[in-house]
């Protein structure tokens, strides 16, 4: 098998453990591989030695250089302020999966996930509300009201 094949088949190795784990790192040595594959198809006699040294110096050179800007464009954006997040979802409807009686505490299923609900008068389940605000310092408990 020639070398640059070899190469090749080490950088598709790379290639495929970069999708499988997390950290955007292995590509950079996916790239090295390939460089080093077409330093083989330009120098085929090229020494075992100077193969992985190229392999080496470009894997590094590639992850030094390529990673910042690899990380700002696909590692994709987050939301810094929590509060924001919690906020936005005053006046969404939401519906009741285990009554309201007050002063307890019930549970209500808004966007997806269940949240604590606390209400003015008593609401059963299955029931349509809005959420009117946050009422726990730890924002997971939400005050509702029925849709009307």
């Not at 098998?1 to 080490?10: E, G, R, T």
């Not at 598709?12 to 997390?22: N, R, T, V």
């Not at 591989?33 to 198809?41: D, N, S």
């Not at 464009?73 to 005053?90: C, L, M, P, Q, Y």
Request: net charge neutral; glycine share 10%.
């Amino acid at each position: 098998m020639s070398a640059w094949l070899v190469w090749f088949l080490v950088g598709i190795g790379f290639l495929i453990l970069e999708l499988l784990l997390p950290g955007f790192i292995v590509i950079f040595f996916c790239m090295g591989a390939w460089v080093t594959m077409i330093g083989m198809l330009l120098a085929p006699e090229m020494a075992t030695a100077w193969q992985v040294s190229l392999f080496v110096v470009a894997s590094l050179a590639s992850l030094f250089s390529l990673r910042t800007w690899g990380m700002k464009t696909f590692g994709g954006r987050s939301e810094v302020n929590e509060d924001a997040r919690i906020d936005d979802k005053i006046g969404k409807p939401a519906v009741v999966t285990q009554a309201i009686y007050p002063p307890a505490s019930g549970e209500v299923k808004c966007l997806g996930s269940f949240w604590r609900a606390v209400a003015d008068q008593p609401i059963g389940v299955g029931v349509p509300v809005l959420i009117e605000a946050v009422v726990s310092g730890d924002g997971l408990t939400f005050k509702v009201k029925p849709a009307a």
